[in-house]
């Protein structure tokens, strides 16, 4: 397991608290802002923080995510760039960063240059959003010879074998898709779904870190007791489209932001 992110959680489960995740797109709506938003998150509660890799096809993502995207790869964000990003970031925080993004960048890019280069930028993890574990041998061994980690998701479908695959490859935490749809603010999450995590955590060897469809606290409060920490990713994304529109809305982003971190600070 990757030494950073592996104290993340030791000290958080030590302390009685989960892991505070939040999603931000890189480059939305440029790539001074994406800096500026990062400070932002390091200094208000991330323990970790996921960077989104704008791809002009993202299945997995519902409509705030996409309009993140299109404004990113519109204003001419690119892999390359996004290392940047984190190398600016890495040289004045220590906070871990997962890269979550689709294959086709990383390909295109050259899977060997691309780990050695994550590594010299200070990325700490990757998380292929449509590379299946049974097929991701080749990209997790040329980034765990760089100290970089891979997460993979889990769903409420995930079946025991696939289950089984993960636990052989994945290091970090696995990252568990609370619907089979894609990511978005939801008002409830579906009925059953503690009992399908508490099920999955019992079959990881890994800390287990629920996302897709968290809206507010309210949920974190709802499902402390399950998992081991939060990803936060449309709701923030959504409000900071707001703030990029009208700056007044800058302080109502930070005081959600802080409920988040502060609902997941919580001793549980």
């Not at 409509?63 to 990003?85: C, D, F, P, S, Y």
Request: glycine letters at 8%; one cysteine or more; proline letters at 4%.
């Amino acid at each position: 397991m990757n030494n950073t992110i592996e104290s993340v959680f030791e000290k958080l489960e030590k302390s009685g608290k989960k892991a505070f995740i939040p999603y931000i797109t890189a480059g939305d709506p440029d790539i001074e802002k994406t800096s500026e938003l990062l400070s932002v998150l390091a200094e208000n509660g991330a323990d970790i923080i996921e960077i989104g890799i704008p791809f002009s096809d993202p299945m997995a993502d519902g409509t705030v995510i996409q309009r993140a995207m299109e404004r990113a790869l519109a204003n001419g964000i690119t892999l390359r760039k996004v290392l940047h990003i984190v190398r600016d970031f890495k040289q004045r925080y220590s906070i871990p960063i997962v890269l979550m993004g689709y294959f086709n960048p990383f390909y295109a890019y050259g899977l060997s240059v691309f780990a050695k280069d994550a590594a010299s930028f200070g990325v700490d993890a990757v998380l292929t959003v449509d590379l299946p574990p049974e097929e991701a041998g080749t990209f997790v061994d040329l980034l765990l010879r760089e100290d970089i980690v891979s997460i993979f998701l889990a769903t409420p479908v995930t079946d025991k074998k696939r289950i089984k695959v993960i636990n052989s490859i994945a290091r970090g935490f696995i990252y568990f898709v609370s619907i089979t749809g894609v990511t978005g603010e939801r008002s409830t999450l579906p009925d059953g779904l503690k009992d399908r995590i508490d099920n999955i955590k019992s079959s990881i060897k890994l800390p287990l870190v629920l996302g897709f469809g968290i809206s507010g606290p309210e949920t974190i409060f709802e499902y402390a007791g399950h998992v081991d920490g939060f990803v936060v990713g449309s709701a923030l994304v959504k409000r900071w489209e707001s703030v990029c529109r009208s700056q007044e809305e800058f302080g109502n982003f930070v005081s959600f932001f802080r409920k988040l971190a502060d609902a997941c600070h919580e001793i549980y």
